[in-house]
């Protein structure tokens, strides 16, 4: 029996070891190695700039290097697991949005991860809602204008999105049970290639979010002819929201949230959330980040807590009543 005692008291001074250098690397964090904030999108996209200012901001308050690494694929899944797996040492955070965190888990019978037990909750960033967006030359001024168009068009408008079961796709589902099924969705591998065929004249609207559409109205090209959201968004203040346009029940956005692996220090969990916010109260970036369309949303842990709990049922329901197949 002594060499199995010897081994699990040996055992137990690793374990005290290791749990001695969990809590020296809390007291001393952040030390010199680089924090690394993992992306499941790829760069370019309209998370990129969002993950990047954090980065440069958060890195300037804690006064170490955080470098953003994208990991795209299967909807920002791949990059989620990836983040997952990676050491609770605080060395690693994942900055992730809706898709990720609640529509995909409706979407695929296997993401590689769990919102709620793999990971441990920084803080919720900020929100942007969907839009329905036209080509300029188009014709339709309103939503009402939209659904008159579209019924016209005897059940052939189109419109595209980034693929079955996407923001884009449940926000374009939900007008389009609102006006009689009339439209016939057309998905896409990338958001550029909608917005071509768009401005090409191939599709007839898309849903995306505000940050897309803000260079496109900007040039003239694009039409936003309403905001899926309760309030206006200060980008594109003159587009009139879905509610105030009589339809209360089309509300669509996408919420972006900073997380680190399950069992980082609470310590300093809270010293990222505490440095999350305080990048989010400054008037430079909030400024930056409100321009991109975003809609600030700091606050305590517990609130991206909250807000998983209440999101992932939500959008399972969304993903449902859009016809999607779990793959």
């Known amino acids: 029996m002594k060499p199995f005692t010897h081994g699990i008291a040996h055992a137990l001074v690793l374990s005290g070891i290791a749990c001695m250098a969990h809590a020296q690397d809390a007291g001393t964090w952040p030390g010199k190695q680089a ?6 999108a790829g760069a370019g996209g309209s998370s990129d700039p969002i993950a990047r200012l954090l980065a440069e ?3 300037k308050e804690l006064s170490q290097s955080i470098i953003v690494q994208n990991r795209p694929g299967a909807g920002g899944n791949i990059g989620m697991a990836q983040a997952s797996k990676a050491a609770p040492d605080g060395y690693t955070m994942v900055i992730s949005w809706t898709g990720p965190l609640a529509t995909n888990l409706a979407l695929y019978k296997d993401v590689g991860y769990e919102p709620r037990k793999d990971f441990s909750p920084v803080g919720m960033i900020g929100c942007t809602p969907n839009v329905l967006a036209v080509s300029a030359t188009l014709g339709p001024k309103n939503l009402a ?7 016209d068009k005897q059940d052939k408008a189109s419109y595209g999105t980034t693929g079955t079961g996407s923001s884009w796709h449940i926000a374009g589902e939900m007008l389009s049970r609102e006006i009689d099924n009339s439209l016939v969705h057309i998905p896409y591998q990338t958001p550029g290639a909608a917005l071509t065929d768009l401005l090409g004249g191939r599709l007839d609207a898309i849903f995306p979010v505000v940050p897309m559409t803000v260079p496109h109205v900007q040039a003239g090209k694009l039409a936003v002819l309403a ?3 309760q309030e206006r968004s200060s980008v594109l203040p003159d587009v009139p929201t879905t509610v105030e346009q009589g339809r209360a029940d089309l509300i669509s956005d996408t919420c972006f949230a900073l997380l680190t692996p399950a069992g980082t220090d609470a310590a300093i969990t809270g010293n990222l959330n505490k440095t999350l916010n305080t990048v989010l109260a400054d008037p430079a970036t909030r400024g930056k980040l409100e321009a991109l369309g975003l809609q600030m949303r700091p606050g305590a842990p517990a609130a991206l807590t909250e807000y998983l709990d209440t999101e992932i049922p939500r959008q399972a329901r969304l993903v449902a009543a859009s016809g999607a197949q779990p793959q």
Request: no cysteine.
């Open 57 to 59: 901001q958060m890195g």
């Open 35 to 40: 924090i690394t904030m993992i992306l499941p």
């Open 145 to 151: 204008d939209f659904e008159k168009y579209a019924k």
């Open 227 to 229: 905001v899926f959201s």
